[in-house]
């Protein structure tokens, strides 16, 4: 088998790759390596992967088309895992252009291309914020999805009715999976664990907002990575509908959303405690109101995930934190 990931110098991106190459399975990553944070993280984690003799790499944005399409052509992959994509929902705010064009047209010359070289699974990485202000927890993938409260939501949302649009009009096998907050090793410096980290070790005050007030899915890299494995050779087909009972499957596209998250809710303070602890430092907090652009909670329902691979997410967010932790100590000595 032989699989593109596109985001392979990213934080997912990277993790489910090492998995991959270290199973013996053709990869061949597609990363722009671009700097909206740093990019000596991104060039540590590809320097991992390429030590793989099982690896291939190609540095160019997924909006080139020519680029991306000659690539594919070449490479011949059986399954394409989309997770390249401008993250993090407060830079949507400011900077709207950079999130329409990697986002959508990017992720619209994938779903071309896919269409036109016939794969047997392509799985896109959607996001648990396009639920927006939805306030029936915990989230399921039938629930309403049409408000969304920033940018980078609507973004994720346009490339899932792009994905369905073609899924129905060419039969093209897709996954869309919706994360839920993932946090771990080689984790992203733009998101709150990671920016708390390095501002409770130098001693600086942490903003926190809606004063604490709310709760998110924490879910740890590698329950993430095991349910994306657990799916690659399960591609949705139109008949899934006879055998599983969900309204949120399509019914007329092989083409299916499934959140993956760890199904709990962790509220902010009890994970900033957490860090406090395992840091043995005392944090100074600066509590603010709500931001823009962010919603209240996030909360997930995986029993589609469940029924359809048997995901059932293992790390338990004590325990995740000290893994990363352990990292950051490491790389950053
Ligand atoms: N990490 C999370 O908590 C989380 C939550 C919800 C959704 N997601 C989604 O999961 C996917 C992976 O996220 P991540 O956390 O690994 O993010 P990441 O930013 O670490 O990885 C994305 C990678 O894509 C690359 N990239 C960005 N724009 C590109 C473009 N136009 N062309 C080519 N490469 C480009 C970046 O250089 C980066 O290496 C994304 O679609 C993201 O929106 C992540």
Redesign the pocket.
Known sequence: MKILI?????????HLAKKLLEKGIDICG?????N??DVGL?KARLNILKKYKNFKFVK????NEKILRNTIIKFKPNVIIH?????GVRFSIKNPDTYL??NVI?TFNIIKICNSIRISHLII?????VYGANKKFPFQEIDKSDHQVSF?AAT?KSTESLAHSYSALWNLPTTVL??????GPWG?PD?AYFKFTKKILNGKKIDIYNKGKMYRDYTYIDDIIDGILRLIKKPPSLNIKKKIKNDSLSPVAPFRILNIGNTKKIYLLDFINTLEKELGKKIKKNFLPMQKGDVHSTLSDCSLLKKITGYNPKTNYKDGIKKFLNWYSNYYN
């Open positions: 596109t985001g392979s110098s990213g934080f997912i991106g990277f597609y990363d722009s390596m671009n909206y944070y991104k160019n944005k997924i909006e997770l390249a994509a401008q993250a064009h990697s990017g990485g959607s996001s648990s914020s980078y994720k919706r994360f839920f907050t993932v946090y992203r998101m």
